[in-house]
């Protein structure tokens, strides 16, 4: 449903979202290791949502990557569009380019009440919300 690098940009957001709540800053050694990334990888994508205003950054021996108080009210829709752009949220179930309600593919209909329901749970889902979950083991960030 995502692209890789969208995968390893909402878990790396989460992961920060939890490991900065007290006002600490992480580093990438640390990231790629809490979710399981290369951490060359996870750099240029960090270094992506920095520059979209998604995600704080310090340089320097006490730097990291951090959100403030108010980036964990973002949404992972948030995060998908500005790594994958909105298709999850308005293309074609069969990638036809012409699909519209006028000129439907096969599983338009069906499909558009899927991704409805996608992008409801991503725009509902803020990444404050996931740190106690993931403190107490009942969810995971890495296999």
């Excluded at 290791?33 to 992506?48: M, R, T, V, Y």
């Excluded at 000129?103 to 899927?114: D, Q």
């Excluded at 725009?123 to 106690?132: Q, S």
Aim: charged share 30%.
């Amino acid at each position: 449903m995502f692209s890789k690098t969208c995968e390893y940009a909402i878990r790396a957001m989460i992961f920060i979202a939890q490991k900065s709540k007290d006002g600490s800053k992480v580093g990438i050694k640390e990231i790629a290791k809490g979710i399981d990334s290369p951490e060359h990888f996870i750099a240029k994508i960090l270094q992506e949502l920095s520059r979209k205003d998604l995600l704080q950054s310090m340089k320097g021996p006490t730097g990291g990557f951090y959100l403030e108080k108010e980036d964990l009210s973002r949404t992972l829709a948030e995060i998908v569009k500005v790594i994958d752009g909105d298709k999850l949220f308005t293309g074609c179930g069969l990638g036809l380019k012409q699909c519209s309600e006028t000129h439907p593919c096969p599983i338009h209909h069906e499909f558009k009440k899927v991704r409805k329901s996608i992008q409801n749970v991503l725009e509902k889902a803020k990444l404050g919300e996931f740190t106690d979950e993931l403190e107490k083991n009942l969810t995971f960030l890495k296999r």
